[in-house]
């Protein structure tokens, strides 16, 4: 069991930048994988990025790479996602999740946090 909690979402300008950050507590001494997702009202949700604990292997989506960033201290548990150049568009619960594997697939992802709001708006 892994329990994950959000924080750092908030109101943001267009242009402005934001960094998020994931803390795990429980089984998380294996390689597990975190990643980010994100999900707009009345859409489905994306993946973001990820990357595991141990080793240094990340995953992005090719459309906010170069924008995002995810990166992790292990030592505290924590992964954090930066948020660069944010636009209107970008609006949507940002969701932090642990899994085996690093899928673009939010159904192959075991554990889930409870989300945090960022909305971008002038």
């Known amino acids: 069991q892994v329990q994950l909690v959000e924080s750092g979402g908030g109101l943001v300008q267009p242009g402005g930048s934001l960094r998020l950050s994931c803390v795990a507590s429980?089984?998380?001494?294996?390689?597990?994988?975190v990643g980010w997702f994100r999900q707009a009202p009345g859409k489905p949700r994306e993946f973001v990025a990820s990357?595991?604990?141990?080793?240094?292997?990340?995953l992005y989506a090719d459309s906010l790479k170069g924008r995002f960033a995810i990166s992790k201290d292990s030592f505290k548990n924590t992964a954090y996602l930066q948020l660069n150049n944010l636009q209107p568009d970008d609006t949507a619960v940002y969701y932090c999740?642990?899994?085996?594997?690093?899928?673009?697939?939010?159904?192959?992802?075991?554990?889930w946090g409870q989300g945090t709001q960022v909305t971008v708006s002038s």
């Open positions: 990357i595991r604990w141990v080793a240094a292997r990340t």
């Open positions: 429980g089984r998380t001494y294996d390689d597990q994988a």
């Open positions: 999740a642990s899994g085996s594997y690093m899928k673009y697939d939010p159904a192959s992802w075991s554990y």
